[in-house]
């Protein structure tokens, strides 16, 4: 693949990601969850932490702690919304290969009979059958 060609995604993901796309709650949770699980969200809490436990409060410990606890509880539930996309994605691309292969089978089968029955037939007509008298072959 070039640079210029797109990336192209499985179809079920496709489908699922624009379902997505079209509402303002799952943007809003993909853009936490994405930001969440970033290196940037580690280097602004290690910056916040550090001013209001240096600067800000001479006792932050009670106040820190209820922050911290709080927004656990949060990252925890975009956590959960995360995990819950990617069963979606899962779950329909597991739907769409198994409906796909169902095809593929079912169209491979009707190729093998019918390549079957065309060399049953080439085979009645170049050889005779059993006991008849055998003509010379060129």
């Known amino acids: 693949m070039t640079d210029t060609q797109p990336h192209k995604q499985h179809p079920a993901i496709a489908a699922v990601a624009e379902r997505r796309a079209a ?10 969850t994405a930001f969440a699980g970033s ?7 290690v910056v916040l932490f550090a ?15 209820l922050v911290v ?3 656990a509880i949060f990252l925890s539930t975009f956590v959960m919304i995360g995990q819950n996309r990617q069963s979606a994605y899962q779950q329909a691309k597991a739907d769409h290969d198994f409906v796909a292969n ?22 009645a007509r170049l050889v005779p059958p059993h006991g008849a008298p055998q003509g010379t072959r060129p």
Do not use: G
Not at 40 to 45: E, R, S, T
Not at 102 to 123: F, G, S, W, Y
């Open 69 to 71: 606890s709080l927004e």
């Open 39 to 45: 290196m940037k969200f580690v280097y602004v809490h």
């Open 102 to 123: 169902e095809l593929e089978l079912h169209t491979n089968t009707d190729l093998t009979r019918a390549v079957h029955q065309l060399t049953t037939e080439i085979h």
């Open 51 to 65: 001013v209001w436990m240096l600067v800000l409060e001479k006792s932050p410990w009670p106040t820190l702690t």
């Open 23 to 32: 509402d303002v709650q799952l943007r809003i949770a993909d853009a936490i």
